[in-house]
Structure formats: C-alpha cells, structure tokens
C-alpha cells in the first residue's frame, strides 16, 4: 500500500522537471517592467484588442491577447507574496498599475476616436463576471505558473494568455470609459481585477508549494496576518461574483419560462408573433409581444396575464400590443419588395439564359441550302455550340458540325468547307465530323 501511495505521489509531483529556482525568478523578474519594448507591444496589443472588440471579431481579441505582455507584473505580484519579497510586491503592483494606466488610455482612446460605436456581444461579454469566471482565472493562472517553472516550457502559455482574458475586459472598461458607460466601466474593471488577483493567488499557492526561499524572514505572526489578508481579499472578490452568476441563472430560467408560455399560450394554437420583449431588470417584469392574426378583449387578456403564475412567472405582466396596423403594412409591404425582387432576379437569370441559347442557335436550313450549292455532295448537316473542359479550371468553346454525304470530302473541300463555316458563322473552334448516308 504504502509503495502504492508513493508512486501516485510521485506521478503528481510537481519538484519533477522543475527548472532552476534562480532562473525562474530572473524570467520573472525580466517580464514585471514596462519601459521600451514591453509598453510599446503593450500599447499596440490593447489598439488591436480594442479593434477586435469594436468588429466583434474573436480572432483578433484572441491574436491580442496572445502577444499581451500583461501576465508579467501579475506573477511578479505572486511571486513576491510567495517569498514575502514586498519590495519586488511594490515593484510588481506599481508596474501594473501603469500597464492598467496605459490600457485604458490607449482603449478609451480608440472608441472615443471610433466611428462606430455600437455595444457589441463581445463588448456585453465582459461586464458581467460571475464565480466562473473567478474559476478559470485561478486555473488558468495554476497552468501558467506550473509551466514558468518547468525547464520544458510546452505549450500551455498561449492557451493561459487566452482563457485568462486580460485584454478583453481592460478595453472594455476603456469602452465604459469612451461612451461615459459607468456600468459598462465598473463590470470590466471588476472582471479585470478578478483575473489579475486570481493568477497572482494561484502563483502564490505554487510558489508556496514548490518551496521558493523567501526574501526576508517574518515572524509568525506577521505571517498569520498576510494569510488572514489574502483570505479577506479572495472573499471580498468571491461574493460579488457568486451573486452575478446566481442573477444570470435566475434571467436564463426566467426567459427559459418565458419560452415555453409563449410557446404553449400562442405558437400551438396557431398566433403569429410578430414582435416580443422581455423585461428582467425590472421591478415588476413585464412580456410583451404583437400578434399578427388576433386581437384579445379585455376578458381574453386578463384569462392570459392570470395564465402566468401556472409557468412560475411571478411579478410578471404580459403586454399585448393591439394596435399593429403599421406594422402589418409594413410586414407585408417588405414582403412584397422581397418577392417583387426574388421574381425580378427569376427574370433576368431566365432573360440571360434565353440570350445564350440564342446566342448558340444556327439556322441549319439556310446554311445546308448554301452547302449544297458549293458542295453539292453534302446532303445533310446539323451545328452545335459545344462547351468543353479542357482543364480543371478552363472551359472552350467548340462549334461542332457533322455533315451527311455519300463519301467523305477530299482533302481540297475539306479545307474549303472548314474555312467557309469560319467565315460564314464567324467562329474560331470548329470541329467537323463526316456521317455517311
């Protein structure tokens, strides 16, 4: 049992393919400042985050997030709480607040110069953290910090810069910043503090771990308040996010219910919605939808609004907008533009269709007429536009002509006959064939 437990112990062990600890804390060291390279590569990551944000484009977010020099001072910051270096804590944290300064400058910037404006879904993403987001910051920062400390660094950083998400919520908040959108500002921020305390959280708990030697010695006691301190902080960053992600499950069950009396009080009895709202935030919630083909009394609309309690839709009221004359006209009005178009497009294509078959068509009588005279023993002939793929990627076009006569045209006619047609049909390609009688 007891070489059982060993071996596990030591399939988990994380002393294993550890890099040196004095090179690991120069590595950090190094990426904590942001003078020259590191705040220029800075500055261009948040333009091109804020771009991707402001297109809600996912790939550009995450090519920015992947060359954001952010994590550095994060896990200084961990670093310097695991060895009670606080020198290198001030060192760290002053580094951040001026990559945090610079990020939102160079965003707020960005959407105040922006022409367009418009809160897109990857903009709304970020202002509402919640408990999982707090998860996938603390795991994401144990990966990268397990892998810092390894000799073979393996792939694992690229995907912590991009679960993580510093980026994203920074110029969020710039966002916030651009559009006077405090609350817009105040859930990016928050999102952004949640994942750099929580990378510097899990590097501490590595770092403590792995043994790293501490800076300087402090006494139990101090010890014992720096622990209650960062269990007060992890609290203080938890709760908030416990009730976002419990408001976020609340508004999904409610539309959830809002579906499905919907559904069964209109859809299956065969009303046509043709407009529908859903007010959570409120304090009195109210759903309102426009039906296309039926109109409620007043009996009819309290039967529905009594209905809401059987799907559990308490504080609710349902609104029914009754007057959608304009509406319907201008349903119908669209529809007809869309079928007047389908119908003009249906014409053309066939317009451009019959040109081309016209365009292919020979008139076989009047020029078997003319063969005969200067063939005389040409007795029939048919013609055809051809279409041939010589390659892959290219098409010819071949005229082609078989011609009926006792015996084929010697070799003299045969080439008079060929350039005749030439002449006459005003083609290049031509391909002759003889069928005997």
Not at 69 to 81: C, H, K, S
Not at 246 to 259: A, F, G, I, S
Request: charged share 25%; proline share 3%.
């Amino acid at each position: 049992m007891g070489n059982k437990t060993n071996k596990i112990l030591d399939i988990i062990d994380l002393h294993q393919g550890e890099e040196d600890k004095k090179k690991v804390l120069d590595n950090v060291l190094v990426n904590i400042t942001f003078r020259g390279s590191n705040l220029w590569i800075l500055a261009c990551a948040i333009v091109i985050a804020s771009v991707g944000l402001n297109v809600n484009s996912t790939a550009v977010i995450i090519g920015a997030m992947l060359i954001s020099p952010l994590m550095g001072p994060i896990v200084g910051a961990g670093f310097a709480l695991g060895t009670y270096d606080f020198d290198l804590l001030k060192k760290s944290l002053k580094n951040l607040a001026i990559a945090t300064g610079v990020g939102l400058f160079f965003s707020a910037l960005y959407f105040f110069i922006s022409p367009f404006k418009d809160t897109q879904s990857e903009l709304l993403a970020r202002t509402a953290p919640n408990i999982y987001d707090v998860m996938i910051a603390f795991f994401g920062g144990l990966v990268g910090v397990i892998a810092i400390t390894r000799v073979e660094k393996g792939n694992p950083i690229p995907g912590v810069a991009i679960a993580t998400a510093l980026m994203p919520p920074l110029c969020t908040a710039g966002y916030g910043l651009a559009i006077a959108n405090w609350k817009f500002f105040a859930g990016a921020i928050y999102l952004y503090t949640i994942n750099c305390f929580f990378i510097c959280i899990a590097t501490f708990f590595i770092i403590k771990y792995l043994k790293y030697p501490v800076k300087q010695f402090v006494d139990t006691r101090y010890q014992k308040r720096i622990r209650t301190f960062i269990t007060a902080l992890i609290f203080l960053m938890i709760i908030p996010s416990f009730y976002l992600a419990y408001q976020l499950l609340d508004e999904r069950q409610y539309n959830q219910k809002v579906e499905r009396f919907i559904t069964e009080e209109f859809t299956n009895k065969g009303y046509i919605i043709i407009y529908k709202k859903t007010d959570f935030n409120a304090k009195d919630k109210t759903v309102e939808v426009a039906l296309f083909n039926k109109r409620f009394d007043d009996e009819e609309l309290k039967d529905v609004n009594d209905k809401l309690k059987f799907y559990q839709l308490a504080n609710t009221r349902l609104v029914v907008r009754q007057d959608t004359t304009n509406l319907k006209r201008d349903i119908m009005n669209e529809i007809g533009y869309q079928n007047n178009r389908l119908l003009t497009e249906k014409e053309l294509a066939l317009n451009r269709l019959m040109a081309e078959v016209e365009k292919s068509k020979f008139d076989d009588a009047k020029i078997l007429g003319e063969a005969k005279i200067l063939f005389p023993d040409i007795s029939d002939l048919s013609l055809a536009k051809h279409t041939f793929n010589t390659k892959v990627d290219s098409l010819r076009d071949v005229t082609v002509v078989v011609y009926k006569s006792n015996s084929p045209l010697n070799q003299e006619n045969s080439r008079r006959f060929s350039a005749w047609l030439r002449q006459k049909l005003e083609i290049k390609n031509l391909d002759i064939y003889y069928k005997p009688n």
